[in-house]
């Protein structure tokens, strides 16, 4: 069965800070894979996804993920974090021949300014 | 377009009412899923749907909860009795078939308190 696993529970920056969030996924076939980012009082929304090609994808408000393959890994990564970034984040994964998303635990993140 | 509109926003019942939550999809998108978030347990897929016919529903709880999608601009998710355990955001979601990598588009969430 497919399951995504994050790494933090729950992370807390100053600003500028770097960020990293681990996430990793258990599936055997060929995987989209997304991270969804939920900000206070509000409803999730897609922060970047990769299907194919670079493994190193860009989204937006500068955050970036990379695709590791081998280690069936999706972390996320920012250079510098903003008070504004404060929310909690999900990796997510979907096989490529299956409809249903499965999404991590979340991360909460919290950003001091 | 307006994105997925859910109904209501807010709902605030006593234990043991039928509360019904709705959900009307983006145009044009054809799988439409209902998720459960809680402190304790996350966001949990409880049920969803491709082209109006549910596909897995091994995620609702108990069968207290029902959903229905009668057609492809809208869907039920009922709980019937409800108990204080159920309170919860419950978001609705839908994806388009021609997006190959299926980003899922999130409604605003009904916040659920049953007391």
């Known amino acids: 069965a497919q399951s995504v696993s994050q790494h933090n529970h729950h992370v807390i920056l100053s600003e500028a800070a770097s960020l990293e969030l681990g996430c990793n996924y258990s599936?055997?076939?060929?995987?989209?894979l997304f991270w969804y980012v939920q900000y206070p009082g509000q409803h999730l929304q897609l922060l970047l996804k990769?299907?194919?090609?670079?493994?190193l994808v860009k989204g937006i408000k500068g955050f970036e993920a990379e695709f590791i393959k081998s280690k069936f890994s999706f972390n996320l990564r920012k250079p510098s974090v903003q008070w504004s970034d404060t929310a909690e984040y999900f990796c997510a994964v979907k096989g490529t021949s299956y409809d249903k998303v499965i999404f991590g635990p979340g991360t909460s993140l919290s950003v001091i300014p | 377009d307006a994105g997925v509109i859910q109904s209501p926003r807010h709902e605030v019942t006593e234990m043991g009412q039928e509360v019904t939550l709705r959900c009307k999809p983006i145009s044009g998108h054809n799988s439409l899923f209902w998720y459960r978030q809680t402190m304790m347990r996350g966001l949990e897929l409880l049920i969803y749907?491709?082209?109006?016919?549910?596909?897995?529903d091994s995620g609702m709880p108990e069968d207290r909860f029902s959903a229905k999608m009668p057609n492809a601009s809208f869907s039920t998710l009922k709980i019937q009795p409800s108990e204080p355990r159920d309170s919860a955001v419950y978001f609705c979601a839908s994806s388009s078939p021609s997006d190959n990598n299926n980003e899922q588009f999130f409604g605003p969430g009904t916040r659920l308190t049953v007391l």
């Open positions: 749907f491709n082209n109006n016919v549910p596909i897995d």
């Open positions: 990769y299907f194919s090609g670079d493994p």
């Open positions: 599936y055997g076939g060929t995987v989209n």
